[in-house]
C-alpha cells in the first residue's frame, strides 16, 4: 500500500503542475444559513475540483474559530462509512461550529458522497482507499491554495470509523509530498477507528455477550463455528456460508431490530406514527439526552432549496442528498488493509496520535482499539508515561485514559456512541481540546 503511494504523488504532481488555481474565496462565503442564529465567524462552503478533466469536485464546509482564527489550528474532520457525508454527519449531527476553538474543514469524500461530484459516472464504479487519498490530498493541496492564511496555522486531521483507513492514508501522501503541499501536521486523532480487520471486527462478539445483547451458546457459535471478521469477508464476497449465515441469522434475532448497534443503550427513532404514541406516553419526563430522529431531520435540512443555495451547493447525478452515498461501489475488500502500521511511522516522526474508543458501540468495540494501541507501543518500544486512569469532564469521570512516550495515547469517552461528539458532546469537547494542545486530560474533578 505505501509503495504504491509514491505512483500516486508523481500523478499529484502532475496535475498540479499543470493546474492554475484561482483564489475565490469569497465566492464560497456563507452570508446566512437558515435555521442558524446569526455568527460573529466567517463560514464558507463550496466546491473543490479534484479531476479538471473528467469534471470532479469535492464538497467541503469551513468554518473558522469565532475568535482570533489566525492563531487557532486548523481542523480537518473526516467520517467513514466508507462513503458517508462529514458534513452532513460531523459537521451538522456531531460537533457545529459554536465551540472547538479551532477552524473546522469538513470534507465530503470521495466524489458521490454528499454533495460531492463526478460528471463521469463510470468513476463511482469501483472506488478505492488510494483513490480516496488521492483525491483527498489535491483537495487539500487546492484548498489551501483559495485559504493561503491557514498554510502555516498547526494542522490536524481527526475523524471517526472508516476515518482509520482514510486519515492515516492521507496523512501518509501529505507526510511524502512535503517538496509541493506545505501543511504543518502536527498530529491525528481517531474516533472508534477501523485500524486491523480482525481484531476490530472479532472484538464485536466478546462485547455484545459481556453486554447481554446475546446469548452464552450464540457466543460460543462466534468461538467455534463462524467469527464477525469471516462473516464480514464471505458477505463482501457473497458467498455467505451456512455456518455463518446460521451464526448472523441467530445473533441478529437475539440482538433485535430496535437495538441500534452503535449505540446499545440509546433508544432507536421510530416511525412517525409510533413516535406520537411514545411521545405521549413519556410527555411528563425526558428519557434520554439527544434526538435520536436527528439524522432524519439532517436528511430533510440538507435537501431543502433555500439551504443548497445557501451552502453553494448543487446535487449532480443523484436526485437527493443522502447521509451516505447510494451512488458509490467502495471496493470493500479495502477493508483489509491495515492501518495501524502507518500509526507508527506517524509516531516516529513526532506526529502526535490519539486514538480514542466509545463503550457503548459494538460495532468497532473498545475492546480492540486499546489493545491494539497497546500492542503498537510494545512494538515500537513506547514506555507507558501515563498509566491506565479516569479522566474528567467536570465533576464526573468522562472515561479512562493511557499515554505512551507523550506522542501516543489512547482514551476512551464514558456513556459515548459510536459518533462520540453526538453522543457526549461535553465530554468530547474536552477530549478535542486536550489534544489540540497537547495536554494530558484532566486527572481530577
Given at each position: 500500500?505505501?509503495?504504491?503511494?509514491?505512483?500516486?504523488i508523481?500523478?499529484?504532481?502532475?496535475?498540479?503542475l499543470?493546474?492554475?488555481?484561482?483564489s475565490y474565496?469569497?465566492?464560497?462565503?456563507?452570508?446566512?444559513?437558515?435555521?442558524?442564529?446569526?455568527?460573529?465567524?466567517?463560514?464558507?462552503?463550496?466546491?473543490?475540483?479534484?479531476?479538471d478533466?473528467?469534471?470532479?469536485?469535492?464538497f467541503?464546509?469551513?468554518?473558522?474559530?469565532?475568535?482570533?482564527p489566525?492563531?487557532?489550528?486548523?481542523?480537518l474532520?473526516?467520517n467513514?462509512?466508507p462513503?458517508?457525508?462529514?458534513?452532513g454527519?460531523?459537521?451538522?449531527?456531531?460537533?457545529?461550529?459554536?465551540?472547538?476553538?479551532?477552524?473546522?474543514?469538513?470534507?465530503?469524500?470521495?466524489?458521490?458522497?454528499?454533495?460531492?461530484?463526478?460528471?463521469?459516472k463510470?468513476?463511482?464504479d469501483l472506488?478505492?482507499?488510494?483513490?480516496?487519498?488521492?483525491?483527498n490530498?489535491?483537495?487539500?493541496?487546492?484548498w489551501?491554495?483559495k485559504?493561503?492564511?491557514?498554510?502555516?496555522?498547526?494542522f490536524?486531521?481527526?475523524?471517526?470509523?472508516?476515518a482509520?483507513?482514510?486519515?492515516?492514508?492521507?496523512?501518509?501522501?501529505i507526510?511524502?509530498?512535503?517538496?509541493?503541499?506545505n501543511?504543518?501536521?502536527?498530529?491525528?486523532?481517531?474516533?472508534?477507528?477501523?485500524?486491523?480487520?480482525?481484531?476490530?471486527?472479532?472484538?464485536?462478539a466478546e462485547?455484545?455477550?459481556?453486554?447481554?445483547?446475546i446469548?452464552?451458546?450464540t457466543?460460543?457459535?462466534?468461538?467455534?463455528?463462524c467469527?464477525?471478521?469471516?462473516?464480514?469477508?464471505e458477505?463482501?464476497d457473497?458467498?455467505?456460508?451456512a455456518?455463518?449465515?446460521?451464526?448472523?441469522?441467530?445473533?441478529?434475532t437475539e440482538i433485535s431490530?430496535y437495538v441500534d448497534?452503535?449505540?446499545?443503550?440509546?433508544?432507536?427513532?421510530?416511525?412517525?406514527?409510533k413516535?406520537?404514541?411514545?411521545?405521549?406516553?413519556?410527555?411528563?419526563?425526558?428519557?434520554?439526552?439527544?434526538?435520536v430522529c436527528v439524522g432524519?431531520?439532517?436528511v430533510?435540512?440538507?435537501?431543502?432549496?433555500d439551504?443548497?443555495?445557501?451552502?453553494?451547493?448543487?446535487?449532480v447525478g443523484?436526485?437527493?442528498?443522502?447521509?451516505?452515498s447510494?451512488?458509490?461501489?467502495?471496493?470493500?475488500?479495502?477493508?483489509?488493509?491495515?492501518?495501524?502500521?502507518?500509526?507508527?511511522?506517524?509516531?516516529?516522526?513526532g506526529?502526535?496520535?490519539?486514538?480514542?474508543?466509545?463503550?457503548?458501540?459494538?460495532?468497532?468495540?473498545?475492546?480492540?482499539s486499546?489493545?491494539?494501541?497497546?500492542?503498537?507501543?510494545?512494538?515500537?518500544?513506547?514506555?507507558?508515561t501515563?498509566?491506565y486512569?479516569?479522566?474528567f469532564?467536570?465533576?464526573?469521570?468522562?472515561?479512562?485514559?493511557?499515554?505512551?512516550g507523550?506522542i501516543?495515547?489512547?482514551?476512551?469517552?464514558?456513556?459515548?456512541?459510536?459518533?462520540v461528539?453526538f453522543s457526549?458532546?461535553?465530554?468530547?469537547?474536552?477530549?478535542?481540546q486536550a489534544?489540540?494542545?497537547?495536554?494530558?486530560?484532566?486527572?481530577?474533578?
Open positions: 500500500m505505501i509503495a504504491s503511494f509514491v505512483t500516486i508523481t500523478v499529484v504532481k502532475t496535475v498540479l499543470v493546474s492554475v488555481v484561482k474565496p469569497e465566492a464560497d462565503k456563507i452570508s446566512s444559513l437558515p435555521g442558524q442564529p446569526r455568527v460573529t465567524f466567517q463560514q464558507y462552503a463550496g466546491y473543490i475540483t479534484v479531476d478533466h473528467q469534471d470532479r469536485a469535492l467541503y464546509y469551513f468554518a473558522e474559530a469565532q475568535s482570533n489566525a492563531s487557532k489550528p486548523l481542523v474532520w473526516l467513514g462509512g462513503g458517508c457525508s462529514s458534513v454527519v460531523g459537521a451538522f449531527a456531531e460537533n457545529g461550529p459554536f465551540r472547538p476553538e479551532a477552524n473546522m474543514l469538513y470534507l465530503e469524500s470521495p466524489a458521490g458522497v454528499g454533495f460531492s461530484y463526478s460528471s463521469n463510470s468513476f463511482y472506488v478505492t482507499d488510494e483513490i480516496t487519498a488521492r483525491d490530498v489535491v483537495f487539500l493541496e487546492r489551501f491554495a485559504f493561503p492564511e491557514y498554510t502555516k496555522n498547526d490536524f486531521i481527526t475523524g471517526e470509523s472508516y482509520g483507513h482514510y486519515i492515516p492514508q492521507l496523512a501518509s501522501l507526510i511524502q509530498s512535503n517538496a509541493t503541499f501543511a504543518n501536521l502536527k498530529g491525528i486523532a481517531l474516533g472508534n477507528p477501523l485500524l486491523d480487520f480482525d481484531v476490530d471486527l472479532n472484538s464485536e462485547y455484545l455477550w459481556s453486554h447481554g445483547l446469548s452464552d451458546s457466543f460460543e457459535l462466534y468461538n467455534t463455528v467469527n464477525s471478521s469471516q462473516i464480514m469477508r458477505t463482501i457473497g458467498k455467505l456460508s455456518d455463518c449465515a446460521r451464526v448472523n441469522n441467530v445473533s441478529s431490530n448497534q452503535y449505540d446499545v443503550t440509546l433508544d432507536v427513532c421510530l416511525s412517525p406514527a413516535q406520537q404514541v411514545y411521545m405521549l406516553m413519556n410527555q411528563m419526563h425526558a428519557t434520554q439526552n439527544v434526538d432524519d431531520k439532517l430533510v435540512y440538507l435537501n431543502r432549496e439551504v443548497q443555495q445557501a451552502l453553494h451547493a448543487k446535487l443523484v436526485p437527493k442528498w443522502s447521509t451516505c447510494k451512488v458509490l461501489n467502495y471496493d470493500l475488500h479495502n477493508l483489509e488493509i491495515p492501518t495501524l502500521p502507518l500509526l507508527a511511522t506517524f509516531v516516529e516522526l506526529i502526535r496520535v490519539l486514538v480514542y474508543s466509545e463503550d457503548q458501540d459494538s460495532v468497532i468495540p473498545l475492546i480492540g486499546r489493545f491494539l494501541v497497546d500492542g503498537l507501543a510494545r512494538d515500537i518500544r513506547l514506555n507507558t501515563v498509566p486512569r479516569v479522566w469532564e467536570g465533576k464526573q469521570v468522562a472515561g479512562w485514559t493511557q499515554e505512551y507523550n501516543l495515547s489512547y482514551a476512551t469517552v464514558r456513556g459515548a456512541a459510536h459518533e461528539p457526549q458532546p461535553a465530554r468530547s469537547l474536552v477530549l478535542f489534544f489540540l494542545q497537547g495536554y494530558p486530560l484532566p486527572s481530577s474533578q
